[in-house]
């Protein structure tokens, strides 16, 4: 038996050299440093975004509570103004009086009559409103 010899392999290609090279630990230590630092700033940025977001919270949570307040005053202002004593002490001063049994007039206004029972419809809710759309929409095509 014959044993074949061996025969060498050819090169790879050169992507494949490329992507077989090492990197060097200067270039693996700059990366590092390159990448914590990227990491770093973005930390300080997002320190930052959230030290100014918290100062306007309290800005605003101070303009809240003072609105507020004068909402609670202008409440109370408009309660005195309304008051019944406050109306009746300016009418008085512009000369009105409460009215004499004489210049009081009784209005009655009678109840609503109650519709006939032949004209409440006892069809189903459903059948009243196809009736309803078909005839919209007849005087919608009528009107054309």
């Known amino acids: 038996m014959t044993v074949p010899l061996a025969r060498s392999l050819p090169d790879p290609p050169p992507s494949r050299r490329l992507r077989e090279r090492h990197v060097s630990p200067l270039g693996r230590a700059l990366w590092t440093a390159v990448l914590l630092a990227f990491l770093l700033v973005v930390n300080v940025w997002l320190e930052t975004m959230a030290a ?51 210049q009081r007039a009784v ?31 007849a005087l919608a095509h009528e009107g054309r």
């Open 52 to 102: 100014q977001r918290g100062e306007r919270l309290r800005v605003l949570r101070g303009e809240v509570d003072r609105l507020q307040q004068e909402q609670a005053r202008l409440r109370a202002q408009v309660a005195a103004l309304r008051a019944p004593e406050r109306i009746e002490r300016l009418s008085r001063g512009l000369g009105l009086t409460p009215p004499t049994e004489a």
């Open 107 to 137: 209005v009655v206004v009678p109840p609503p009559p109650e519709p006939a029972p032949a004209a409440v419809d006892r069809r189903p809710w459903w059948v009243q409103l196809v009736v309803q759309l078909w005839e919209d929409l």
